[in-house]
């Protein structure tokens, strides 16, 4: 017959029975496993560590089933490989990133031309009077209104976008985006649409009050990156802001 001992607060209770040994364990919230090759073993409460001998198996909620005294952790091999699989991941994801980064960049500022030229059609449709998306230089632009700031309600027209006369509604810097974008061609072939003009500092976009451009002809500003991607944004006669994508033909 085997015997047991369970040390309950430093307490020892003998416990000659096999079949009450789970009576005890739970009574006294112990969880451990029975040694059958063993005719001692010693329970701690809490800790649940053998006293002596061999490792017991069992202990404290959360110890259950691993050896008394194990750590669990990573050995160094594990440790080094883990690494070497994360740099490995890292040279592969690289490149990718190194060419997705200029595009994305290159999307974001053409949506921003795109979002800018629909609040010039849109605040000269509400203030009566023309708006302007000015391109000042290879990466700037400006929005602008014909109100004069000192009588608004006063629709004089344009006088060369002068603050003194007319309204500044924002500047664009594109230098700020990095990966190269600016305004220019990349490696696509104007026009992105049929019959467009090329919108430049010479050519800007005006909305007059009905939201239509003033030109007889679609205006269409080009935007690249230092990857000669591409994107077009202009607007049509009829005042439809338009966004094109280049890749091997206008989509």
């Not at 209770?13 to 009576?23: A, C, L, N, Q």
């Not at 060419?99 to 921003?112: Q, V």
């Not at 632009?141 to 924002?170: C, H, Q």
């Amino acid at each position: 017959m085997l015997s047991y001992k369970l040390v309950i607060n430093d307490t020892m209770i003998p416990h000659p029975h096999v079949k009450g040994r789970d009576h005890y364990f739970r009574k006294y919230g112990l969880i451990g496993t029975y040694l059958a090759d063993l005719t001692t073993d010693t329970f701690r409460y809490g800790a649940m560590k053998r006293e002596k001998g061999l490792p017991a198996f069992g202990g404290a909620r959360g110890d259950q089933g691993s050896p008394a005294g194990s750590v669990a952790g990573f050995s160094l091999i594990e440790l080094m490989v883990a690494i070497a699989i994360i740099a490995i991941l890292m040279g592969l994801a690289i490149p990718g990133f190194a060419t997705w980064l200029p595009n994305y960049r290159l999307k974001g500022a053409a949506r921003d031309l795109y979002s800018n030229l629909q609040l010039a059609k849109s605040g000269a449709i509400k203030d009566r009077t023309e708006w302007a998306i000015r391109f000042t230089t290879a990466t700037s632009y400006e929005v602008w209104s014909a109100r004069d700031p000192d009588t608004p309600n006063a629709n004089a027209g344009w006088n060369s976008f002068s603050t003194s006369d007319d309204t500044l509604i924002k500047t664009v810097d594109l230098s700020g985006i990095g990966s190269g974008v600016e305004f220019g061609t990349g490696n696509s072939v104007p026009p992105a649409v049929t019959g467009a003009v090329t919108a430049n500092s010479a050519n800007p976009i005006y909305f007059n009050s009905r939201g239509f451009i003033t030109s007889n002809a679609p205006i269409v500003a080009y935007m690249t990156n230092n990857k000669n991607r591409c994107y077009a944004v202009g607007a049509l006669v009829s005042g439809a802001v338009v966004l094109r994508k280049w890749d091997g033909a206008w989509q």
